[in-house]
């Protein structure tokens, strides 16, 4: 049994069998306005300059350079561009959790009946809170326009009053507002990104060794989702975080008792959620914490990261270009009640 874990931790790291969603899309209904093209965190969805309609494609094995996010769904203001089905590892070390439901649905907080209903009929019975989760959405398309500073503090303090370990509240956060310094460490990051990337990508056969052996020592790190997004960054000239106005980077302090990495991330979301309650966008980035650490310590430094804090991750804040808070579908996942 434990041999075929190990083994099982090795197998089809590099570039899984995967199941991709498959794409819909309807011409006469396009306004050709790109933002599922600019929503798309990876390379997927792709821009035909001639004809001005997107179309979706694949990333070296990766059938579709898909994560079934659905934004580009969500951001679509006429319905023209639909996902359907989903993203799912069938085999190795990445398999997708095999309990999860298969189908994708949009939210059912009243259970089966929802499934008849449309969200907007769903909502009215929603609550303020949950009508800002199930409609926030990752945000990738930003108005060129300043975040007002009162409303940064803003969602700070929302953040500082979420639950952590022993009331520790170990964390800190780092807010950017120059556009100039924000593109700067983004391409820095890139810059290491690409040599990860690198390694992963290409045909050569060392490479179906080296990926699995990586991925066995750096746990849940050498994925394809990544890559294809690093591939996306790089299409765009090393800009990572999409041109936001603001990005805050969020640090733990790492004397925190219990799990101080929880206790931050539960301070992210209550920034998240107070954010697009205000009218605001937000994206998490993983890709500048992942840069951060293979690059000289001065640049952390002079980000404010040193002992006793480290970086947990970033988060873009700034007005969307569009209504692009929409809900998306998802899948069910696994609930086990023990009575
Ligand atoms: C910790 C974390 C790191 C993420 N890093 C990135 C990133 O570097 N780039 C990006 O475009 N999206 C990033 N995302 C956004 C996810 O892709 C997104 O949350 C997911 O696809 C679901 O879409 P939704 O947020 O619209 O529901 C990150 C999300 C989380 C929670």
């Given at each position: 049994m434990k041999n075929s874990i190990f083994l099982e931790k090795l197998r089809y790291a590099h570039y899984p069998p995967t199941k991709y969603p498959r794409f819909e899309f309807d011409e006469d209904k396009c306004k050709h306005c790109k933002a599922c093209f600019l929503a798309c965190p990876t390379t997927c969805i792709q821009w035909n300059e001639k004809k001005k309609i997107p179309y979706p494609t694949g990333l070296e094995k990766m059938?579709?350079?898909?994560?079934?996010?659905?934004?580009?769904?969500?951001?679509?203001?006429?319905?023209?561009?639909?996902?359907?089905?989903?993203?799912?590892?069938?085999?190795?070390?990445?398999?997708?959790?095999?309990?999860?439901?298969?189908?994708?649905?949009?939210p059912t907080p009243f259970g089966k009946k929802d499934l008849e209903r449309s969200f907007t009929e769903i909502e009215k019975e929603l609550t303020e809170v949950e009508r800002v989760i199930y409609r926030r959405r990752s945000i990738r398309i930003f108005q060129d326009k300043p975040v007002p500073r009162e409303l940064v503090e803003r969602i700070i303090e929302a953040a500082q009053w979420a639950p952590s370990a022993g009331n520790c509240q170990p964390w800190k956060f780092v807010v950017i507002v120059d556009k100039k310094k924000i593109e700067e460490l983004d391409r820095k990051c890139a810059k290491v990104l690409y040599g990860i990337a690198g390694l992963y990508q290409g045909s050569s056969w060392w490479r179906s060794i080296l990926v699995p052996l990586v991925s066995y020592l750096m746990v849940n790190k050498m994925d394809q989702r990544p890559i294809a997004a690093i591939e996306k960054v790089k299409r765009s000239d090393g800009i990572i975080c999409f041109g936001a106005p603001v990005v805050i980077h969020v640090l733990m302090d790492v004397r925190g008792i219990g799990d101080p990495i929880l206790d931050t991330a539960l301070a992210c979301q209550n920034l998240v959620l107070a954010a697009h309650s205000l009218g605001l966008g937000t994206?998490?980035?993983?890709?500048?914490?992942?840069?951060?650490?293979?690059?000289?310590?001065?640049?952390?430094?002079?980000l404010g990261i040193t002992y006793p804090y480290a970086i947990v991750t970033s988060i873009c804040i700034g007005y969307a270009k569009g209504k692009l808070d929409n809900p998306v579908a998802r899948n069910k996942c696994p609930v086990e009640w023990i009575s």
């Amino acid at each position: 049994m434990k041999n075929s874990i190990f083994l099982e931790k090795l197998r089809y790291a590099h570039y899984p069998p995967t199941k991709y969603p498959r794409f819909e899309f309807d011409e006469d209904k396009c306004k050709h306005c790109k933002a599922c093209f600019l929503a798309c965190p990876t390379t997927c969805i792709q821009w035909n300059e001639k004809k001005k309609i997107p179309y979706p494609t694949g990333l070296e094995k990766m059938e579709l350079a898909c994560l079934s996010c659905n934004n580009c769904e969500a951001v679509c203001p006429t319905g023209a561009i639909r996902a359907r089905g989903e993203y799912r590892v069938l085999k190795g070390r990445y398999r997708t959790t095999d309990d999860r439901s298969k189908e994708m649905y949009f939210p059912t907080p009243f259970g089966k009946k929802d499934l008849e209903r449309s969200f907007t009929e769903i909502e009215k019975e929603l609550t303020e809170v949950e009508r800002v989760i199930y409609r926030r959405r990752s945000i990738r398309i930003f108005q060129d326009k300043p975040v007002p500073r009162e409303l940064v503090e803003r969602i700070i303090e929302a953040a500082q009053w979420a639950p952590s370990a022993g009331n520790c509240q170990p964390w800190k956060f780092v807010v950017i507002v120059d556009k100039k310094k924000i593109e700067e460490l983004d391409r820095k990051c890139a810059k290491v990104l690409y040599g990860i990337a690198g390694l992963y990508q290409g045909s050569s056969w060392w490479r179906s060794i080296l990926v699995p052996l990586v991925s066995y020592l750096m746990v849940n790190k050498m994925d394809q989702r990544p890559i294809a997004a690093i591939e996306k960054v790089k299409r765009s000239d090393g800009i990572i975080c999409f041109g936001a106005p603001v990005v805050i980077h969020v640090l733990m302090d790492v004397r925190g008792i219990g799990d101080p990495i929880l206790d931050t991330a539960l301070a992210c979301q209550n920034l998240v959620l107070a954010a697009h309650s205000l009218g605001l966008g937000t994206l998490y980035i993983g890709l500048i914490k992942n840069g951060l650490k293979y690059l000289p310590k001065r640049v952390s430094k002079e980000l404010g990261i040193t002992y006793p804090y480290a970086i947990v991750t970033s988060i873009c804040i700034g007005y969307a270009k569009g209504k692009l808070d929409n809900p998306v579908a998802r899948n069910k996942c696994p609930v086990e009640w023990i009575s």
